[in-house]
């Protein structure tokens, strides 16, 4: 049998790998290895590892590695942990391949041990581009570890060839998450209420909004005009999911629980959706907001618009879905107001149709994992 071991830090990376990992877990050919870490195990992000237990999936290993700090101190000091943990999971584990999705610090720590361990790295959604978070360096910094490459766009595989990765090794799959536009059954919006506690109603948004790293754009006050913007719209509730633990990200969690709890009939306040809720949300929603990759790359595909805000994203194939705003109340309410009164249903998602987990396990299956990598000059 092939081990395949398979990473995970956070409960959106999670969601977007969900059925590659059942389409490994049910191939006779192959071993799921299941390295879970970072916001899985935080009890202040939700403790998500148990949604993965709870989807029938047994974890390898757990690597503690995320500390309770809102710096970029506090983020390198997570890496290192993370680094020294994965290390030994791996040294136990013994995988012919690991995979690793996107561009999260913790994936950084996670590639770094798995390279120096000669563990072959099978990176999802290399080549793209977003300026405004050091999530930029570090996607392009994986890439450079990993030997096998799936992309979400043609453009996104030219870019990894540019990078200096062998053609033969980099596959356009599309993106691996809107797999659950085929395979997924997603709640009525009765049902999701129902799972939300929360007398649920059309019309409303759903917001995720994340601290932006590496632009000169504050988190905080940035999250307030968002909130002040969305008070403009009364007639419509809100659900708000918290950010990831990337640093000045915990800012925003007083300020979401606090705009819930004084709106209680109006506005909802998770750490946590899950994937089914999640893209059922999308699904119902009037307008997705905030400044979540998702917001970009899945969204388009249930024809609802999204308001990007800021320069995280900036750099990203969009759809013509995504309207993009600057981070202040007026342009974000511009948009708002924009986003509910487009017809959306002629979009098409450039990220593809919701194909990838087959083909990307067909090359896990299939490729000589033992060849030596070289560089390849364009």
């Given at each position: 049998?092939?081990?395949?071991?398979?990473?995970?830090?956070?409960r959106?990376e999670?969601?977007?790998?969900?059925?590659?990992?059942?389409d490994?877990?049910?191939?006779p050919s192959?071993?799921?290895?299941?390295?879970?870490?970072a916001?899985h195990l935080?009890p202040?992000?939700?403790m998500?590892?148990?949604q993965i237990?709870?989807?029938?999936f047994?974890?390898?290993?757990k690597v503690?590695?995320?500390?309770s700090?809102?710096?970029?101190?506090?983020?390198?000091?997570s890496?290192?942990?993370g680094?020294?943990?994965f290390?030994d999971a791996l040294e136990?584990?013994?995988?012919?391949?690991?995979?690793?999705l996107g561009?999260?610090?913790?994936?950084l720590?996670?590639?770094?041990?798995?390279?120096?361990?000669?563990i072959?790295i099978?990176h999802?959604?290399?080549?793209?581009?977003t300026e405004?978070a050091?999530?930029d360096?570090?996607?392009?910094c994986i890439?450079?570890?990993?030997?096998?490459?799936?992309?979400?766009?043609?453009?996104?595989r030219?870019?990894?060839i540019q990078?200096?990765e062998s053609?033969a090794?980099?596959?356009?799959?599309?993106?691996?998450?809107?797999?659950?536009?085929?395979?997924?059954?997603l709640?009525s919006?009765?049902e999701l209420g129902e799972s939300l506690?929360?007398?649920l109603?059309?019309p409303?948004?759903?917001?995720t909004?994340?601290s932006v790293?590496?632009a000169?754009?504050r988190?905080k006050e940035?999250?307030?005009s968002l909130?002040?913007?969305?008070?403009?719209?009364?007639?419509?509730?809100?659900i708000?999911t918290?950010p990831?633990?990337d640093?000045g990200?915990?800012?925003?969690i007083p300020?979401?629980e606090?705009?819930?709890?004084?709106q209680p009939?109006r506005a909802?306040?998770?750490?946590s959706l899950?994937?089914?809720?999640y893209?059922?949300?999308?699904k119902?929603?009037?307008a997705v907001?905030g400044?979540?990759s998702?917001?970009?790359?899945?969204?388009p595909s249930f024809?609802v618009?999204?308001?990007?805000?800021?320069e995280r994203?900036l750099?990203?194939l969009?759809a013509?879905?995504v309207?993009?705003c600057?981070p202040?109340?007026?342009?974000?309410?511009?948009a708002i107001s924009e986003?509910?009164?487009?017809d959306y249903g002629?979009?098409?998602n450039?990220?593809?149709?919701?194909?990838?987990s087959?083909?990307?396990?067909?090359?896990l299956i299939?490729?000589?994992?033992s060849?030596m990598k070289r560089?390849?000059?364009i």
């Open positions: 049998m092939r081990k395949i071991a398979v990473f995970t830090g956070t959106a999670y969601g977007l790998l969900y059925w590659l990992l059942k490994i877990q049910i191939n192959l071993e799921l290895q299941l390295l879970v870490s916001m935080s202040e992000f939700g998500t590892y148990q237990e709870a989807d029938g047994v974890i390898t290993e503690e590695m995320l500390l700090s809102n710096t970029g101190v506090g983020t390198a000091k890496i290192g942990l680094v020294i943990g290390a136990r584990m013994q995988p012919d391949v690991l995979v690793v561009d999260r610090f913790e994936a720590a996670v590639a770094q041990a798995a390279m120096v361990l000669r072959p099978a999802i959604h290399g080549g793209e581009i405004g050091y999530d360096a570090i996607r392009h890439t450079k570890l990993s030997f096998l490459h799936f992309t979400s766009a043609e453009a996104h030219s870019r990894v990078l200096g053609p090794r980099v596959f356009n799959v599309g993106a691996v998450g809107l797999d659950h536009l085929k395979r997924s059954e709640m919006i009765e506690n929360f007398r109603k059309q409303y948004f759903l917001v909004y994340h790293t590496l000169s754009e988190t940035t999250f307030l909130l002040d913007a969305i008070d403009e719209f009364p007639d419509f509730q809100v708000l918290y990831n633990a640093d990200g915990r800012e925003i300020l979401l606090g705009y819930a709890s004084n009939s909802l306040a998770i750490p899950g994937q089914l809720r893209l059922s949300a999308v119902h929603s009037v907001i400044n979540s998702s917001g970009i790359i899945e969204v024809k618009p999204t308001v990007n805000i800021g994203q750099g990203r969009a013509e879905s309207i993009s600057a202040n109340t007026d342009s974000i309410s511009r986003a509910i009164k487009g002629h979009v098409v450039p990220y593809g149709k919701g194909q990838a087959k083909a990307i396990l067909d090359i299939s490729t000589d994992l060849s560089f390849y000059d």
